[in-house]
């Protein structure tokens, strides 16, 4: 049976660790080509070698780097079928009046700029080579059902989900589908600044138990998701925040 992903060319940023490493592995094992574009180096080799993929260092904030990470996937495989915009960044759940213009500049760079850029350096790729393609980008439960002390945060994914169905019904004609997908609290490395303390089963379990099904995500449950909606199965699907979340948002 060929993959549900067979001969499509992924990028998947943030796939160093998480949430991302493991829509990579799901991609992989799915027949898609990977290039995982992450800042963080060593953990981005090490993933890329145990996934038997590819790495190249980028910080999704900068224009420079989205204009090389599609040359290079050009380069290296030929075409480009699928953008995740997983990278993420938070800073530790703390009360609204005492965050910082760095940490606000932190998450609307990390989270917001970056899905600007990809889609300002890549979709004239699509629509000069009239080519069909698919964004999703990974936002939170946080922009449907915000928990407090993460305001900016929560407002970032706010964002992130609000451009991406703009940007759906703006290039659904030239058959660029966007979707969101929006996870409930996993056991990743952000955890501990969501949760303000580290990341233990105890100091979690305030957050699990507001989830009808009574676990965190997984970087699976993200993988599947992400799978269906990059797979051609998911045709006729754009404009959704598709939540991963046990329940937490009904
Ligand atoms: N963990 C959760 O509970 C949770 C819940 C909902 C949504 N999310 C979202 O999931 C996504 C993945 O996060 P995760 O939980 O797997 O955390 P993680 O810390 O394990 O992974 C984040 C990755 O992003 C990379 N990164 C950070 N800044 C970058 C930059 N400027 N350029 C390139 N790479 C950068 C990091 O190096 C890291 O590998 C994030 O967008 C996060 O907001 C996480």
């Not at 936002?139 to 970032?156: D, E, F, H």
């Amino acid at each position: 049976m060929p993959g549900r992903l067979a001969g499509k060319v992924a990028i998947v940023t943030g796939a160093a660790s998480g949430f991302g490493k493991g829509i990579a592995a799901k991609f992989v094992e799915e027949g898609a080509k990977v290039i995982i574009a992450d800042l963080s180096e060593d953990a981005g080799l090490k993933a890329a070698e145990d996934l038997k993929c590819t790495f190249f260092k980028a910080d999704v904030t900068s224009r420079d780097h989205w204009q090389s990470l599609l040359n290079e996937t050009l380069n290296k495989y030929g075409s480009l079928d699928i953008v995740i915009n997983n990278a993420g960044a938070t800073y530790a759940n703390k009360p609204t009046g005492s965050v910082t213009d760095k940490d606000f500049d932190l998450v609307w760079n990390v989270n917001v700029k970056s899905v600007y850029l990809s889609s300002n350096v890549i979709v004239p790729y699509f629509i000069d080579n009239n080519r069909p393609g698919v964004f999703i980008q990974i936002s939170s439960t946080a922009a449907l059902r915000p928990r407090p002390g993460l305001t900016w945060y929560n407002a970032s994914k706010g964002a992130v989900s609000i451009a991406t169905k703009t940007m759906a019904v703006e290039y659904g004609p030239n058959q660029i589908r966007f979707n969101s997908i929006c996870p409930v609290v996993g056991s990743t490395g952000m955890t501990h600044l969501f949760i303000g303390k580290p990341d233990t089963e105890d100091n979690r379990s305030s957050f699990v138990s507001t989830i009808p099904l009574g676990r965190p995500s997984t970087p699976a449950d993200v993988a599947n998701a992400c799978c269906y909606l990059a797979s051609d199965e998911a045709s006729f699907i754009t404009g959704v925040d598709l939540e991963v979340d046990g329940g937490r948002c009904v």
